[in-house]
């Protein structure tokens, strides 16, 4: 049998191979296989897609949807068309195929590489929150994706979108193996958590994970939800005590006890003390730390706020706490500040406390919030007698921040102008200046301290001698020599205006003396001063004020160029007659100290209109040999009234060919407050685009941005700047800005802003989004661009400008309807990465604790700023109501007024 079947396929074989050689009409014909015209239509639509009119493509995109699964790979492609309606169109063809377009989509996600390829990630939005049976592929892709690693977080934003439904998606991907994938879950998580309790129990779960960064994530995620997780106090407070648990977790513990509110702040204030006290028992870690660096540094991580006071009293009261403990609870209250104000009387106790160092920190902390009520306050004249000089000195201190004075204590801070401690003198003498004229008793002792050894003591005693006022006329000529002496050094007007120096307090006691010590002054005066003692009288004369007016005339009369203009600026500083500053300028401008004559075209500048009979002079200093004469005339006219335009040519000349590059920016800030007038100087400013100072290059590019309407030579110099690589920030931030000026009329420069949006940094991004939305609709090829940054950027601001674009756009963005709605309610991301990148990357121990990035960068404020940019945007781009609805009903009972409202807005609008 085996043999036959052997035969059989020979003879076979050798039938074909006859026939196939056999010549002529005796060959076998082969058929051609049948037509497929399902394959062929898809052909002719995905032509038509690619090269046809828009109402051609979008018809031919409308058809696709016909064809079911086989044409998903054709509609994904659709979606990068640069035509935003076409995009639009597939969107919702997919959509309509719902779970049969998932794994496409999903595919087209994971290829994603050009900016515009975010378009996918929206069609994919919108499908899987109408068909939720595409929810678990979808969180199957991210616990199975190994690359690109920025798969999973998109991901994982599509099912965030999708609310309480994507839940047990997210939930599932809590149990994967790799730690980074779930924390990508417990973004999502955070976000649903927004607005439905159903994901706060895995979220809370996840407090007890393996990994550090997932235990920290899941802390922010909480935080964020304020008083909806007060059931988990305990947990987060068990991380916060932790004493092996990572920095930047428990520091988060920390943030999110206090977004918890009232409730929690017991459990806050004593997890503080407990870190406080650890810390500072411990001993330094490194080389040159300290414990009161590191206490000071947990100190303020606290930000424990009024609502905290009872619990932190009470601690501090609490006997059979341990003294640190109770000391550090003072701090606590310290760290209030003035609205502690309420827990004073609960602090006098601690004034005659048997314990020296609980005295100490009483005194400390009334300083630091104020005690006003007369019975703290007589309780502190008490103090001044303590045993300790450090409870003495404190006291003295808070004495001086009361606003009720009780002159009865001034006996008492006069005796201690005499202690032992110099550092006692110096607080009772401060303390006594601030009791103004009823201070006046310890005005021997302080002339006295003016003379003593301590050389520190001098300028405090001045101090004090100033509080005292005009009642202090006695120590005048005491106040003179110290400033005027041989031994006084020398102050210039930089340092005159610095707090903190020695030798200012002198020049400010006599200036709070006032109007007394002018007559002793004018006999000073009266002498050949050196030029180093004029400047003295004239700093001397600008403390006093308007009474020292006529005094500072005679000085602007006399004496070398340097003195009089600077008395002349001081006169016009303290507000006196041009008639009185502007003679003098003008004469000055005649002398050869380019330095005078620089300053006194100053003063022609802050003149302004008021000057505007000096242009003559002026016009004639822009040819001065000097350069900085130059710089400062052209200054000047920039700010004086009258016809300008004879000076642009000279601008534009000095802009390419002066060597200074001071006057090149000077020139081209000129032209830049000129403006329109300034048109014939484009030339010269396009060229100076190119220009080796990065300076002058901002300032080139800032001018072109005024000189409006904008010509091509100027738009197209603009877009070479953005587009160069090697560019600093600085400038392209400049010419971006100046291309949003220009508004549809740079619409050439939509590529380039679009390519800037992925070169630059943070500030060049932000900048680039609103120039583009100030272009409006001819800049829809960017919409893609911009919603990667409203979904993706770190930074709020970058979210909010990307917001504020596409609302700018308008009809033409409305493939960003997914994301815009998205963003409405999303207000946590940002902030959970930003403390992720701070604790991870460079670690607090090298930054240290900023509280500005929960305070005051990063308020709520900001993250209601950006929603309020999305929803306005969903108004102006006007989506499909069924896909935004709901999102708008959710927003209507929004804590925040201004998302209430914008909201409502935006309902009505779209309803219409």
């Given at each position: 049998?085996?043999?036959?079947g052997?035969?059989?396929?020979?003879?076979?074989?050798?039938?074909?191979?006859?026939?196939c050689?056999?010549?002529?009409?005796?060959?076998?014909?082969?058929?051609?296989?049948a037509?497929?015209?399902?394959?062929a239509?898809?052909?002719?639509?995905?032509?038509?897609?690619?090269?046809a009119?828009?109402?051609?493509?979008?018809k031919a995109v409308r058809?696709?949807?016909?064809?079911?699964?086989?044409?998903?790979?054709?509609?994904?492609k659709?979606?990068?068309?640069?035509e935003?309606?076409?995009a639009?169109?597939?969107?919702?063809?997919?959509a309509?195929?719902?779970?049969?377009?998932?794994?496409g989509?999903?595919?087209?996600?994971?290829?994603?590489?050009?900016?515009?390829?975010?378009?996918?990630?929206?069609?994919?939005?919108?499908?899987?929150?109408?068909?939720?049976?595409?929810?678990?592929?979808?969180?199957?892709?991210?616990?199975?994706?190994?690359?690109?690693?920025?798969?999973?977080?998109?991901?994982?934003?599509?099912?965030?979108?999708?609310?309480?439904?994507?839940i047990?998606?997210?939930?599932s991907?809590?149990?994967h193996?790799?730690?980074?994938?779930?924390?990508v879950?417990?973004d999502?998580l955070?976000h649903?958590?927004l607005?439905?309790?159903?994901?706060?129990?895995?979220?809370?779960?996840?407090?007890?994970?393996?990994h550090?960064?997932?235990?920290?994530?899941?802390?922010?995620?909480?935080?964020?939800l304020?008083?909806?997780?007060?059931d988990?106090i305990?947990p987060i407070a068990k991380?916060?005590?932790d004493?092996?648990e990572?920095?930047?977790?428990r520091?988060?513990?920390?943030?999110?006890?206090?977004?918890?509110?009232?409730?929690a702040?017991a459990?806050?204030?004593?997890?503080?003390v407990?870190v406080?006290?650890?810390?500072?028992?411990?001993?330094?870690?490194?080389?040159?730390?300290?414990?009161?660096?590191?206490?000071?540094?947990?100190?303020?991580?606290g930000?424990?706020?009024?609502?905290?006071?009872?619990?932190?009293?009470?601690?501090?009261?609490?006997?059979?706490?341990?003294?640190?403990?109770?000391?550090?609870?003072?701090?606590?209250?310290?760290?209030?500040?003035?609205?502690?104000?309420?827990?004073t009387?609960?602090?006098?106790p601690?004034?005659?406390?048997?314990?020296?160092?609980?005295?100490?920190?009483?005194v400390?902390?009334?300083?630091?919030i104020g005690?006003?009520?007369?019975?703290?306050?007589?309780?502190l004249?008490?103090?001044?007698?303590?045993?300790d000089?450090?409870?003495r000195r404190?006291?003295?201190?808070?004495?001086e921040?009361?606003?009720?004075k009780?002159v009865?204590?001034?006996?008492?801070?006069v005796?201690?102008?005499?202690?032992?401690?110099?550092?006692?003198?110096?607080?009772?003498?401060?303390?006594?200046?601030?009791?103004g004229?009823?201070?006046?008793?310890?005005?021997?002792?302080?002339?006295?301290?003016?003379?003593?050894?301590?050389?520190?003591?001098?300028?405090?005693?001045a101090?004090?001698?100033?509080?005292?006022?005009?009642?202090?006329?006695?120590a005048?000529?005491?106040?003179?020599q110290?400033?005027?002496?041989?031994?006084?050094?020398?102050?210039?007007?930089?340092?005159?205006?610095?707090?903190?120096?020695?030798?200012i307090?002198?020049?400010?006691?006599?200036?709070?003396?006032?109007k007394?010590?002018?007559?002793?002054?004018?006999?000073?005066?009266?002498?050949?001063?050196?030029?180093?003692?004029?400047k003295?009288?004239?700093?001397?004369l600008?403390r006093?004020?308007?009474?020292?007016?006529?005094?500072l005339?005679?000085?602007a009369?006399a004496?070398?160029?340097?003195?009089?203009?600077?008395?002349?600026?001081?006169?016009?500083?303290?507000?006196?007659?041009?008639?009185d500053?502007l003679p003098?300028a003008?004469?000055?401008?005649?002398?050869?100290?380019?330095?005078?004559?620089?300053?006194?075209?100053?003063?022609?500048?802050?003149?302004?209109p008021?000057?505007?009979?000096?242009l003559?002079a002026?016009?004639?200093?822009t040819?001065?040999?000097?350069?900085?004469?130059?710089?400062?005339?052209?200054?000047?006219i920039?700010s004086?009234?009258?016809?300008?335009?004879?000076f642009?040519?000279s601008?534009?000349?000095?802009?390419?060919?002066?060597?200074?590059?001071?006057i090149?920016?000077?020139?081209?800030?000129?032209?830049?407050?000129t403006?329109?007038?300034?048109?014939?100087?484009?030339?010269?400013?396009?060229?100076?685009l190119?220009d080796?100072?990065?300076?002058?290059?901002?300032?080139?590019?800032?001018?072109?941005?005024?000189?409006?309407?904008?010509t091509?030579?100027?738009v197209?110099?603009?877009?070479?700047?953005?587009?160069?690589?090697e560019?600093?920030d600085?400038?392209?931030?400049a010419?971006i800005?100046?291309?949003?000026?220009?508004?549809?009329?740079?619409?050439?420069?939509?590529?380039a802003?679009?390519?800037?949006?992925?070169?630059?940094?943070?500030?060049?991004?932000?900048?680039?989004?609103?120039?583009?939305?100030?272009?409006?609709?001819?800049?829809?090829?960017?919409?893609?661009?911009?919603?990667?940054?409203?979904?993706?950027?770190?930074?709020i601001?970058?979210?909010?400008?990307?917001?504020?674009?596409?609302?700018?756009?308008?009809?033409?963005?409305?493939?960003?309807?997914?994301?815009l709605?998205?963003?409405?309610?999303?207000?946590?991301?940002?902030?959970?990465?930003r403390?992720?990148?701070?604790?991870s990357?460079?670690?607090?121990?090298?930054?240290?604790?900023?509280?500005?990035?929960?305070?005051?960068?990063?308020?709520?404020?900001?993250?209601s700023?950006?929603?309020?940019?999305?929803?306005?945007?969903?108004?102006?781009i006007?989506?499909?109501?069924?896909?935004?609805?709901?999102?708008?009903?959710?927003?209507?009972?929004?804590?925040?007024?201004?998302?209430?409202?914008?909201?409502?807005?935006?309902?009505?609008?779209i309803?219409?």
């Open positions: 049998m085996q043999l036959l052997e035969w059989e396929s020979l003879a076979a074989s050798a039938i074909v191979l006859v026939a050689c056999a010549p002529g009409p005796r060959a076998i014909a082969q058929k051609p296989p037509p497929n015209p399902q394959a239509k898809l052909a002719e639509l995905s032509r038509t897609i690619e090269s009119k828009l109402p051609d493509r979008l058809d696709l949807a016909g064809f079911g699964k086989d044409a998903v790979p054709l509609l994904i659709a979606l990068s068309n640069r935003g309606a076409v639009e169109a597939a969107t919702s063809a997919l309509n195929l719902g779970a049969a377009a998932v794994e989509l999903i595919e087209a996600c994971r290829k994603s590489e050009a900016p515009h390829d975010v378009v996918p990630l929206l069609a994919l939005s919108v499908v899987a929150r109408q068909f939720t049976e595409a929810l678990p592929t979808i969180a199957a892709t991210i616990a199975n994706q190994q690359q690109p690693d920025d798969i999973p977080p998109q991901l994982a934003w599509v099912l965030s979108i999708c609310g309480p439904e994507g047990p998606a997210l939930v991907l809590l149990g193996p790799k730690w980074g994938r779930r924390q879950a417990l999502a955070g649903i958590a607005t439905t309790d159903e994901a706060i129990p895995p979220l809370a779960r996840a407090l007890d994970d393996e550090e960064w997932v235990r920290w994530r899941a802390l922010a995620a909480l935080g964020m304020g008083p909806r997780v007060r988990h305990v991380r916060l005590l004493k092996k990572n920095v930047a977790v520091r988060t513990a920390i943030w999110a006890l206090q977004r918890i509110g009232p409730e702040i459990a806050l204030v004593e997890a503080d407990a406080v006290t650890e810390t500072a028992a411990s001993p330094p870690s490194k080389k040159g730390e300290n414990k009161e660096d590191r206490l000071q540094s947990y100190e303020v991580f930000g424990v706020d009024v609502r905290a006071l009872p619990a932190a009293v009470a601690l501090a009261k609490d006997d059979q706490r341990p003294v640190e403990w109770r000391v550090a609870a003072l701090g606590l209250i310290e760290t209030v500040g003035a609205p502690a104000k309420s827990a009387m609960d602090l006098v601690f004034l005659v406390h048997s314990d020296v160092r609980l005295r100490i920190a009483a400390r902390t009334l300083n630091m005690a006003d009520d007369p019975a703290i306050v007589e309780q004249g008490r103090s001044l007698s303590d045993n000089p450090e409870v404190g006291a003295a201190m808070a004495l921040q009361t606003t009720t009780d009865g204590l001034v006996p008492t801070l005796k201690l102008l005499a202690d032992g401690d110099a550092r006692v003198r110096g607080a009772s003498a401060i303390a006594l200046g601030s009791f004229d009823a201070g006046s008793p310890g005005i021997p002792a302080l002339l006295a301290m003016l003379e003593d050894p301590d050389q520190r003591l001098h300028s405090v005693a101090r004090a001698l100033g509080g005292i006022g005009a009642r202090a006329s006695e005048v000529p005491q106040l003179i110290a400033i005027f002496g041989s031994k006084s050094k020398m102050l210039d007007l930089g340092q005159a205006m610095m707090p903190g120096l020695q030798d307090d002198f020049y400010v006691a006599l200036g709070h003396i006032g007394a010590a002018v007559p002793e002054l004018e006999t000073v005066l009266a002498k050949n001063l050196s030029d180093e003692d004029a003295k009288m004239v700093l001397v600008r006093i004020g308007t009474d020292a007016i006529p005094t005339r005679t000085v009369k004496g070398s160029p340097d003195i009089r203009i600077w008395a002349a600026q001081t006169l016009l500083d303290l507000g006196a007659e041009p008639g500053v003098v003008l004469d000055v401008l005649k002398s050869s100290s380019f330095r005078a004559r620089e300053k006194a075209l100053w003063i022609v500048d802050a003149l302004g008021k000057a505007k009979d000096a003559p002026v016009a004639r200093a040819q001065d040999t000097e350069a900085h004469v130059r710089l400062a005339a052209f200054r000047a920039g004086m009234k009258g016809d300008r335009a004879e642009v040519k601008a534009g000349d000095l802009l390419k060919k002066d060597p200074d590059p001071e090149r920016e000077r020139a081209a800030f000129f032209l830049k407050r403006g329109p007038e300034a048109k014939a100087a484009i030339p010269a400013l396009v060229s100076a190119r080796k100072v990065p300076s002058v290059r901002s300032r080139a590019c800032e001018a072109l941005g005024e000189i409006l309407p904008p091509a030579e100027s197209d110099g603009l877009i070479q700047v953005i587009e160069k690589k560019e600093r600085e400038v392209r931030i010419a800005e100046a291309t949003g000026k220009m508004g549809p009329k740079a619409k050439k420069a939509v590529a802003l679009v390519s800037a949006e992925w070169l630059g940094s943070y500030d060049v991004r932000v900048v680039a989004a609103e120039a583009l939305g100030k272009i409006g609709k001819d800049a829809a090829s960017a919409v893609p661009v911009l919603v990667h940054r409203l979904l993706w950027a770190k930074p601001a970058i979210r909010r400008a990307a917001a504020q674009a596409l609302g700018q756009i308008g009809a033409d963005a409305k493939i960003a309807a997914p994301a709605a998205w963003a409405c309610e999303h207000s946590d991301v940002e902030q959970r990465r403390l992720g990148f701070m604790s990357k460079y670690s607090w121990v090298h930054i240290g604790y900023r509280p500005d990035v929960l305070t005051t960068n990063w308020t709520d404020d900001s993250w700023a950006a929603r309020v940019a999305a929803i306005v945007a969903l108004g102006e006007g989506p499909d109501p069924k896909l935004v609805a709901p999102v708008l009903a959710r927003l209507s009972t929004d804590p925040d007024q201004a998302i209430q409202k914008a909201a409502a807005d935006v309902a009505v609008r309803r219409k």
